[in-house]
């Protein structure tokens, strides 16, 4: 199994990865570039069951437990991972228990992975456009805040790039309309009437900032152009991969 490890100056006590397409044991179209055994880990995209089961099994055995599985409805709503019941629908989770483990799944949405530098909270965010334009990375940070974090630090994790990443006009009205500064996160695509390539990678920096998060690291990978990634821009009927987030 290969992982991507977050490059941040997260407290020693804090566990963090996100998982790569390679490892294990999804057929095509959920397999690694080569075509061998996928690590996909979403129940929800039409691969076999059994098979996603026992990737989860993979992963769930480099882990102190089971990951707290959320059904993420690109909406804001932050759950306890401690308490998440197989289901709960949620687009992030903290976390201040030892253990229990934040987990969101992305195939071009962007995961945000936070700590704050006394290593008591941990969170997870799943931020598409429409959960990021909604304030789920306000709400986390927020809630960690709530359960005592101060100083916070976020990671940007794997998501489409901004050469990939082609949106309408209401996508860019839906950001500028609450930040001027969104704009220059969008490009217009020449000879496209209404159509930018967005990055959502500083759109997420704009956000983080606004919410008094400085320290920001990550956010140079793009899941379109780079085959360890499952993407479903690229591909449409694709795995899901997982980052994950702990205190130990």
């Not at 030892?98 to 995961?111: E, K």
């Amino acid at each position: 199994m290969q992982l991507l490890i977050p490059d941040w100056n997260a407290p020693v006590n804090v566990g963090a990865f996100t998982t790569l397409r390679q490892g294990g044991v999804s057929l095509p179209p959920y397999a690694d570039a080569d075509g061998s055994g996928g690590l996909n880990l979403g129940l929800h995209v039409a691969d076999d069951a059994t098979l996603v089961l026992h990737n989860r099994a993979l992963l769930r055995s480099i882990l102190p437990q089971e990951p707290a599985w959320l059904s993420q409805v690109h909406g804001t709503q932050v759950a306890d991972a401690a308490r998440v019941i197989l289901g709960d629908e949620a687009d992030a989770s903290i976390s201040t228990l030892p253990g229990a483990i934040c987990v969101m799944m992305t195939a071009d949405c962007l995961p945000v992975l936070f700590c704050d530098r006394a290593g008591s909270v941990v969170g997870a965010a799943h931020a598409g456009w429409r959960g990021l334009a909604a304030g789920i990375l306000e709400n986390t940070v927020a809630a960690m805040r709530a359960r005592g974090a101060e100083d916070i630090m976020a990671w940007l994790g794997p998501a489409i790039g901004p050469q990939q990443f082609e949106v309408g006009a209401d996508v860019l009205q839906a950001f500028a309309a609450q930040d001027g500064q969104a704009h220059a996160a969008f490009a217009a695509i020449d000879g496209r009437d209404g159509k930018y390539l967005a990055d959502i990678y500083q759109l997420a920096r704009l956000r983080l900032n606004r919410a008094g998060v400085q320290e920001i690291s990550g956010g140079g990978l793009c899941t379109v152009s780079d085959p360890r990634f499952y993407s479903y821009r690229r591909d449409k009927t694709t795995g899901r991969m997982a980052s994950l987030i702990w205190l130990k």
